[in-house]
């Protein structure tokens, strides 16, 4: 079966730093997409940031982090990494890992929690 492990979070000062990792085990083949969503309390799941390949690979990164978060896949491994540096407040969410392929189906890692405090 196919498993998606987040890891990395926790609590932080403001203008800390955290690093996630999102390691893929099973049967999982052609992935085209890997991302990082986050959900604050109150708020609707938002795409933080992804990788995506279709001929040539892209990233996207929301607005609000834009310089701040860098997405990254480990070589040769199914591991995608989010660092997330100079961390503000409104940053506090859980953090879920995304891949798979599109359009025809992604899996959901279970989520793992940052806080970021003032």
């Known amino acids: 079966q196919v498993q998606l492990v987040e890891s990395g979070g926790g609590l932080v000062q403001a203008g800390g730093s955290l690093r996630l990792s999102c390691a893929v085990s099973?049967?999982?083949?052609?992935?085209?997409?890997m991302a990082w969503y986050r959900q604050a309390p109150g708020k609707q799941r938002e795409l933080v940031a992804a990788i995506s390949s279709g001929g040539r690979t892209n990233y996207a990164y929301a607005d609000s982090v834009k310089g701040r978060f860098t997405i990254s896949r480990d070589n040769g491994k199914n591991t995608v990494t989010l660092q997330m540096n100079s961390l503000k407040p409104e940053d506090t969410a859980v953090y879920y890992c995304?891949?798979?392929?599109?359009?025809?189906?992604?899996?959901w890692g279970r989520g793992t929690q940052v806080t970021v405090s003032s």
């Open positions: 099973g049967s999982f083949f052609n992935i085209n997409f």
């Open positions: 995304n891949v798979g392929r599109v359009p025809d189906n992604t899996y």
